[in-house]
């Protein structure tokens, strides 16, 4: 059994739909979907605001590759277009990490880089895994006791379900 973390994040066009496409992407495999956030932009600050979510999936028959590949797939349906490194995205689907996989290959970081100083990421995945451990860096909860959390906004009035 292969269980993953996928952050989701979205501040092109539909920003909701892209999300909600890529929960449908994984539909099969959703163990918990996280609220929706509203965060500004990382990296490149000129450019709107995303919307954020963290899904929990598993399968007997994904590994950390099959994860990234169906990633790709769901930000390709979506239109992703990548152009500027951390510019503007239909959809950007991350695996943050998988059964605690440690991978340092250019092609799939695991967990994913960054993911221990992103309130973006850490948020969402403690609501819907209260104990979540980022591998190598320890727990998210921790982790997050010492970022700015002012710019990540809950949307409850959004949902991807």
């Given at each position: 059994?292969?269980?993953?973390?996928?952050?989701?994040?979205?501040?092109l066009?539909?920003?909701?739909?892209?999300?909600?496409?890529?929960?449908?992407?994984?539909?099969?495999?959703?163990?918990?979907?996280?609220?929706?956030?509203e965060t500004?932009?990382?990296g490149?600050?000129?450019?709107?605001d995303?919307l954020?979510?963290?899904?929990?999936?598993?399968?007997?028959?994904?590994?950390?590759?099959?994860?990234?590949?169906?990633?790709?797939?769901?930000?390709?349906?979506?239109?992703?277009?990548?152009?500027?490194?951390?510019?503007?995205?239909t959809?950007?689907?991350?695996?943050?990490?998988?059964?605690?996989?440690?991978?340092?290959?250019?092609?799939?970081?695991?967990?994913?880089?960054?993911?221990?100083?992103?309130?973006?990421?850490?948020?969402p995945?403690?609501?819907?895994?209260?104990?979540?451990?980022?591998?190598?860096?320890?727990?998210?909860?921790?982790?997050?006791?010492?970022?700015?959390?002012?710019?990540?906004?809950?949307?409850?009035d959004?949902?991807?379900?």
């Amino acid at each position: 059994m292969s269980r993953a973390v996928l952050s989701l994040g979205s501040n092109l066009g539909d920003r909701l739909a892209h999300l909600r496409s890529a929960v449908a992407a994984f539909a099969d495999e959703v163990v918990a979907v996280s609220p929706v956030y509203e965060t500004a932009a990382w990296g490149v600050a000129d450019q709107p605001d995303f919307l954020n979510a963290v899904l929990v999936v598993e399968s007997p028959s994904v590994d950390e590759w099959g994860w990234l590949r169906r990633g790709q797939a769901a930000e390709d349906a979506s239109g992703r277009v990548r152009e500027v490194r951390w510019g503007p995205r239909t959809l950007d689907v991350d695996v943050v990490t998988v059964d605690g996989v440690r991978s340092d290959d250019p092609e799939l970081l695991l967990p994913h880089p960054g993911t221990a100083e992103r309130a973006t990421v850490l948020v969402p995945w403690l609501d819907v895994e209260p104990d979540a451990v980022v591998p190598g860096a320890g727990r998210a909860r921790d982790l997050l006791a010492g970022l700015d959390t002012a710019g990540v906004r809950r949307r409850d009035d959004l949902e991807l379900r």
